[in-house]
T-cell receptor, first 115, second 112 residues
Framework: EPEVTQTPSHQVTQMGQEVILRCVPI?????FYWYRQILGQKVEFLVS????????KSEIFDDQFSVERPDGSNFTLKIRSTKLEDSAMYFC?????????????FGAGTRLSVL | GQQLNQSPQSMFIQEGEDVSMNCTSS?????WLWYKQDPGEGPVLLIA?????ELTSNGRLTAQFGTTRKDSFLNISASIPSDVGIYFC????????????FGGGTRVLVKP
């Protein structure tokens, strides 16, 4: 069964460093998402992406964050200068299209630890 | 912003028991989804609900979308040890259904 894959599974970085989290959405999907889950808390929406542009973003997604689809398969989340409070699980999700039944499929996540 | 209130926050199950959890909101959602998250994994979709009043089953799981589109419940019948995990409700608003709003989760644990 097709799945969303994320790499790395765990990323450790120093505060102030840039990190890039990578995702390969399901191949025929058109809508892509990033969510964040701080330890013990609920999953929070960060950004949605369609047709090579951001379609919606939350207030968490400030100027330190950016997303990119550099080729036909990858979807990345970049955090320019990490802060301690960026430590969380980051989930990528994808959805087939408008006619698909609004179902978003999630990857296993990348655990980001900022020291 | 929109909030989904999920209860209970945690529950203990004994094998064979039926369990129930629910989710309420002050806002209307067009689609309600129930996900399960195992430790260190991403949310996995269990059931999707699209119509007010809709009752849908997936094996031992049954979920219903409230008639006002502001609530939903999930039942697990005859629970087994692998039912342990965190169950999240999530809602989508609008036709485009862009962002999922998640509830706080119900942590299901095995009774010692």
């Amino acid at each position: 069964e097709p799945e969303v894959t994320q790499t790395p599974s765990h990323q450790v970085t120093q505060m102030g460093q840039e990190v890039i989290l990578r995702c390969v959405p399901i191949s025929n999907h058109l809508y892509f998402y990033w969510y964040r889950q701080i330890l013990g808390q609920k999953v929070e929406f960060l950004v949605s992406f369609y047709n090579n542009e951001i379609s919606e973003k939350s207030e968490i997604f400030d100027d330190q964050f950016s997303v990119e689809r550099p080729d036909g398969s990858n979807f990345t989340l970049k955090i320019r200068s990490t802060k301690l409070e960026d430590s969380a699980m980051y989930f990528c999700a994808s959805r087939e299209g408008l006619l698909a039944k609004n179902i978003q499929y999630f990857g296993a996540g990348t655990r980001l630890s900022v020291l | 912003g929109q909030q989904l209130n999920q209860s209970p926050q945690s529950m203990f199950i004994q094998e064979g028991e039926d369990v129930s959890m629910n989710c309420t909101s002050s806002s209307i959602f067009n689609t309600w989804l129930w996900y399960k998250q195992d430790p260190g994994e991403g949310p996995v979709l269990l059931i999707a609900l699209y119509k007010a009043g809709e009752l849908t089953s997936n094996g031992r799981l049954t979920a219903q979308f409230g008639t006002t589109r502001k609530d939903s419940f999930l039942n697990i019948s005859a629970s087994i040890p692998s039912d342990v995990g965190i169950y999240f409700c999530a809602g989508l608003q609008g036709a485009a259904g862009n962002k999922l709003t998640f509830g706080g989760g119900t942590r299901v644990l095995v009774k010692p």
